[in-house]
């Protein structure tokens, strides 16, 4: 079966880097995803990485897969306030429909 | 577009209660998704629908049943509240395929007395 792990919590300083990890067992995944939600609100993408990828960059995101260990990453780079949230690692498995399976999410706390 | 919509915003239903959920979406998704989510455990699926006409249980199906009404509206019912129960609801929608980018609706805070 599959599983998505990822630590609860993460508290940086504004202008510092943050480095959210998630694990994840199956390894059919295809695309694995980062979702953003903030306090009342639904999620939204914030991107993704094709399997076949290592890493991904968007501006201040950079998104590292390795495949080998099912470790992905995503880095945001000069944190804001603004990127205060709760961060969610997800994957989809082609043999299951493409459905998504979502990790516990990771509350980023960012101190002025 | 509105994107995804849901209602209500919030409720409070007593134990035996039934309610429905309602969802709706305007991007012309063939598939639409109903999540609940607890603290510290994530999104865990309730039902899906790949297409109008269709529907599926998710990881935890109990407790509640579905209907997708059209390609646009998916609702999902509680017969019989419980406090298990008690969690924020969430509405998602895709195109569907290979790529699965999930749109999300604001939620639907849920307590059950």
């Known amino acids: 079966g599959e599983d998505v792990e990822q630590s609860l919590f993460l508290s940086v300083r504004e202008g510092d880097s943050s480095v959210i990890n998630c694990t994840y067992t199956?390894?059919?995944?295809?695309?694995l995803y980062w979702y953003k939600q903030e306090p009342g609100a639904g999620l939204q993408l914030l991107t993704y990485?094709?399997?076949?990828?290592d890493m991904k960059q968007d501006q201040r995101l950079t998104v590292l897969l390795n495949k080998k260990d099912k470790h992905l990453s995503l880095r945001i780079a000069d944190t804001q306030t603004g990127d205060s949230a709760i961060y969610f690692c997800?994957?989809?498995?082609?043999?299951?429909?493409?459905?998504?399976?979502f990790g516990g999410g990771t509350r980023l706390m960012v101190k002025p | 577009n509105a994107g995804v919509t849901q209602t209500p915003k919030f409720q409070v239903l007593k134990t035996g209660q039934s309610m429905t959920l309602q969802c709706a979406q305007d991007?012309?998704?063939?598939?639409m998704y109903w999540y609940r989510q607890d603290p510290g455990m994530g999104l865990r699926l309730i039902y899906y629908?790949?297409?109008?006409?269709?529907?599926d249980k998710g990881e935890v199906p109990n407790g509640y049943n579905v209907s997708r009404l059209n390609k646009r509206e998916f609702s999902l019912r509680l017969e019989s509240a419980a406090p298990s129960q008690t969690s924020v609801y969430f509405c998602?929608?895709?195109?569907?395929?290979?790529?699965?980018?999930?749109?999300f609706g604001p939620g639907t805070r849920l307590t059950v007395l």
């Open positions: 991007m012309n998704h063939n598939s």
């Open positions: 629908s790949a297409s109008e006409g269709t529907t």
């Open positions: 199956d390894s059919s995944s295809t695309y």
């Open positions: 990485i094709f399997s076949n990828m």
């Open positions: 998602a929608s895709s195109v569907n395929g290979l790529y699965n980018e999930q749109f």
């Open positions: 997800a994957e989809s498995i082609t043999n299951a429909g493409n459905m998504l399976t």
